[in-house]
């Protein structure tokens, strides 16, 4: 199990499917939040777009209904990304929303929705700065390819200016639940402890991801690039937190975006929660404050589904190697186990080796339908000729683009031997 910290940070042991949002200026072009960078634009290029974002129709509640529909708890917002443009009224910069035709504090109004309706909220903040003329750009990652006219490269003044704007967004919206710094290390890759201890000392209780200048509390893997040495994990023994986007291609709105499949999305989030971790879904709001209709549709899809299986997700520990199949986890809660299949269901049965235990009962959780189950000798284990816990009549096909997940109810004797418990 994941040790946890006894103080205001446990919240996030709790809370564990939450809202990813990423908007800003690259929404009005809607094609990528690193439009920027990824262009290779020089800021003459790209900082007009202040004079077109006016999301006149953001609606701070309508994003929560869309959180909770999916059965979400928390939000983490993009307050600043890597182009410097920032969503709240700072005092650091002219580049933020108030110099827009919307002229609103966009953090602020976010902020006082979450906590009129118990959402906690955290704060996404860009290491790199695009805009900062502080920001030393040398063409690294998420950066321009060097300075720029009038530029004053200089790291220490950067931090400086990183830390008033953490001032500001610690002390001027409420309770922040959390702060989730991106990509330090990929690219000034500079180290001042000071920071944290800053945002410790505004907001007490507060948890801070690892990305950042100093140690963090939380690991963050991404998509699916930590899955080589990820997926052979089988629980996560410190806290972790897995970000994820509903489109293929961009985190940010991107008008013709690919999206995920709701059975992908499913099986990534039960996968990294079953581990014992949390699990963030990124949606892109369109340059007027709305959310695409296919992030609608898809988040109310995931939200159906979570309703019937989250009960997997509470209060249950995981279990470590427990079942030979790579595909497949299991969780404990009492006398229940919990199958999480990691992959679309190929049959209407799946074995369980080595478990060799008679459930009194077999429900698949996606509907609540009752399965068959039995322990017993498998044709295709002959060779072998030991008996296992056979479970069979899961509609495979109905099943396909979703998560499944199974609950097994037992002895609760029999399981307290069998785990040496």
Not at 13 to 18: D, P
Not at 259 to 285: C, D, E, I, W
Request: charged share 25%.
């Amino acid at each position: 199990m994941i040790k946890r910290f006894n103080d205001g940070r446990d919240w996030f042991f709790e809370k564990r499917f939450g809202l990813f949002m990423h908007w800003g200026l690259y929404a009005v072009n809607g094609w990528h939040e690193q439009e920027q960078f990824r262009k290779r634009l020089n800021r003459a290029a790209y900082t007009p777009l202040i004079e077109q974002f006016n999301p006149v129709k953001f609606n701070p509640d309508q994003w929560l209904d869309a959180a909770e529909s999916a059965g979400m708890q928390y939000v983490c917002f993009t307050a600043k990304h890597c182009d410097g443009f920032c969503l709240w009224d700072t005092k650091q910069t002219q580049y933020n929303i108030m110099n827009t035709p919307y002229r609103k504090d966009i953090f602020g109004m976010l902020a006082e929705a979450c906590q009129r309706r118990g959402f906690p909220l955290c704060i996404y903040y860009s290491a790199p700065d695009m805009n900062c003329k502080y920001y030393p750009n040398r063409g690294r990652s998420y950066e321009l390819p060097g300075p720029e006219l009038n530029d004053e490269p200089d790291v220490e003044k950067y931090l400086e200016f990183v830390k008033a704007q953490v001032s500001e967004l610690c002390t001027n919206y409420g309770k922040i639940h959390g702060f989730w710094w991106d990509v330090n290390a990929n690219s000034i890759n500079a180290h001042d402890e000071s920071v944290n201890q800053l945002i410790r000392s505004l907001q007490p209780g507060i948890i801070i991801n690892k990305r950042g200048f100093g140690e963090g509390d939380f690991d963050t893997p991404e998509r699916d690039f930590d899955d080589a040495k990820l997926n052979g994990v089988q629980i996560y023994t410190k806290p972790t937190e897995a970000c994820e986007s509903i489109g293929a291609e961009s985190w940010g709105y991107r008008t013709n975006e690919d999206y995920f499949s709701t059975g992908t999305l499913t099986r990534s989030l039960t996968k990294h929660l079953a581990k014992g971790g949390n699990y963030l879904l990124n949606v892109g709001p369109r340059a007027d404050g709305t959310f695409p209709a296919e992030a609608v549709r898809i988040l109310k899809k995931i939200g159906l589904w979570h309703q019937q299986v989250r009960e997997a997700f509470e209060q249950v520990e995981p279990l470590p190697l427990a079942v030979d199949d790579g595909n497949v986890l299991l969780g404990r809660k009492g006398n229940t186990l919990y199958v999480y299949l990691l992959n679309a269901p190929r049959k209407s049965g799946i074995t369980l080796k080595p478990l060799e235990i008679q459930p009194q009962k077999a429900t698949l959780l996606n509907n609540g339908q009752e399965l068959k189950a039995k322990v017993e000798i498998m044709p295709s284990m002959h060779a072998e000729h030991k008996a296992y816990l056979h479970i069979w009549d899961i509609p495979a096909d109905e099943l396909a683009n979703e998560a499944v997940i199974l609950k097994l109810e037992f002895d609760s004797f029999i399981l307290d031997k069998m785990f040496n418990k």
